[in-house]
């Protein structure tokens, strides 16, 4: 009894994990304005405590990017960072009130990977929603 | 077969938290934080993890800006026969047809060939259907779509949109397996679409060679399914990362500019990857290969 109590438990702790990412999502693309296109893919993970979701993209030069990252339905959740292939850090969210949004100039092309985690003073756990656009 | 009162109250709490959940509209209130949830949850919701991390592919549309700046002229019949998507019977066909197919349609857009472009839009939506994903999809993006057909920018940002709602509702239904073979399909199909470019034009003959991490991302990717149908293209697409081992970018840091009240960085690292014609020829042989293996 105790184990089928614990898979259901698991089980819908997964679907609300699920189902609260895909609310975000629609809340982050409001950051994705009309003159920027999506790459198309959804990025977002369930975090906990000091959880850091990564991902590498390629950024290729002569393109401007929209970066957006939330958590919760409030802006600033979400901190995230962008590093070049030799960990260099090229820009954190942090040093600017955790802005949920930032706007990226590609002079050559680059594979870059961009971090979030939660900003720990705001949220303990949640999803992680990350957006890519680029500027037509 | 009688059930004990506290497990019919743990279904019953179980019920109202899924009522709850999907019942209600998202919360407006501007003070709400990221809602709890339990720590022994998931650390990962419906992404697709390669070691760890998310894979994220070049949208097609990218390069299908590229393609139409060189100036090549716009040719129908590199793009997929509409008539073979009914043919593809397994899910996997479907997603990676469903791929090629948004990729055509960014193709076309920006060549603003309206009638061509509402055919493909057809056969996405289709497609999307067979997957089942197209009823999850707002209604309302899809009509939009369909009354700005012509409208070149309109069709790149809203199907982005499409695409992006499709790889969402797939991830969240442990279909993400599927929503790789979207992306895998939809470059296969932009890069096959750039080689006439790609022939005369350095800029997109460079772009091409930039694939490299996409390439490994995806090989990676496909190396993780068992099905044995997907053999054939396993083997050509880790033959393909063998040929963009050869375009490492030589990669020099610099530092970034920000200006904060514009809200923009600017990454000023220099970087070039340098592909001749015979490098192009080699990756054209094989991308040539593995659109055979998923469009046949």
Not at chain 1, 32 to 48: E, F, M, P, S, V
Not at chain 2, 158 to 177: G, V
Not at chain 2, 194 to 215: L, P, S, Y
Request: glycine share 6%; proline share 2%.
């Amino acid at each position: 009894m105790k184990k089928s109590i614990l898979t259901l438990l698991i089980a819908v702790s997964t679907m609300l994990g699920y189902s609260q990412c895909d609310s975000l999502a629609g809340i982050c693309e409001k950051h994705i304005t009309k003159n920027y296109i999506t790459d198309g893919q959804a990025y977002r993970a369930l975090l906990n405590g000091t959880e850091v979701a990564e991902f590498k993209t390629t950024l290729f030069g002569g393109n401007t990017y929209r970066i957006a990252a939330c958590s919760g339905t409030d802006d600033g959740n979400l901190v995230f960072k962008i590093y070049d292939q030799e960990k260099n850090l090229l820009f954190s969210s942090v040093e600017f009130s955790n802005t949920p949004y930032w706007d990226f100039v590609i002079e050559n092309t680059m594979v870059v990977t961009i971090e979030a985690n939660l900003d720990n003073t705001r949220s303990s756990s949640g999803c992680a929603v990350v957006i890519i656009g680029f500027k037509r | 077969m009688k059930l004990r009162p506290a497990f019919i109250g743990t279904w019953i709490v179980l019920i109202a938290l899924l009522f709850t959940q999907y019942g209600c509209e998202q919360p407006t209130n501007s003070n709400t934080k990221a809602p709890l949830l339990d720590s022994n949850s998931v650390s990962s919701a419906g992404t697709i993890k390669l070691d760890g991390q998310i894979i994220s592919i070049p949208s097609p549309t990218q390069l299908a800006i590229l393609v139409e700046q060189s100036k090549v002229p716009f040719r129908k019949e590199l793009m997929h026969d509409l008539a073979k998507r009914e043919k593809y019977l397994s899910e996997q066909k479907k997603a990676l047809n469903l791929g090629v197919y948004g990729a055509d349609l960014a193709y076309i857009a920006n060549y603003q060939q309206g009638q061509i472009a509402n055919d493909y839009f057809d056969a996405v939506g289709k497609s999307a259907g067979d997957l089942e994903i197209l009823d999850h999809i707002d209604g309302k993006l899809v009509s939009r779509i369909s009354n700005n057909i012509s409208e070149r920018d309109s069709v790149l940002r809203l199907s982005a949109q499409f695409f992006q709602a499709a790889d969402r509702y797939l991830k969240s239904n442990e279909r993400a397996d599927l929503a790789g073979l979207v992306l895998l399909g939809g470059w296969v199909e932009s890069l096959h679409l750039a080689m006439d470019a790609g022939a005369v034009n350095d800029d997109v003959r460079n772009r091409i060679g930039e694939q490299k991490h996409a390439c490994e991302s995806l090989s990676e990717l496909l190396n993780k399914f068992t099905d044995p149908s997907m053999s054939d293209l396993q083997k050509q697409l880790n033959e393909l990362k063998a040929i963009y081992t050869n375009f490492t970018p030589k990669y020099v840091y610099g530092k970034p500019i920000t200006d904060a009240k514009e809200k923009t960085t600017y990454f000023t690292s220099k970087s070039t990857v340098m592909l001749s014609v015979e490098d192009l020829a080699k990756v054209k042989v094989k991308i040539e290969a593995i659109r055979q293996i998923i469009t046949q």
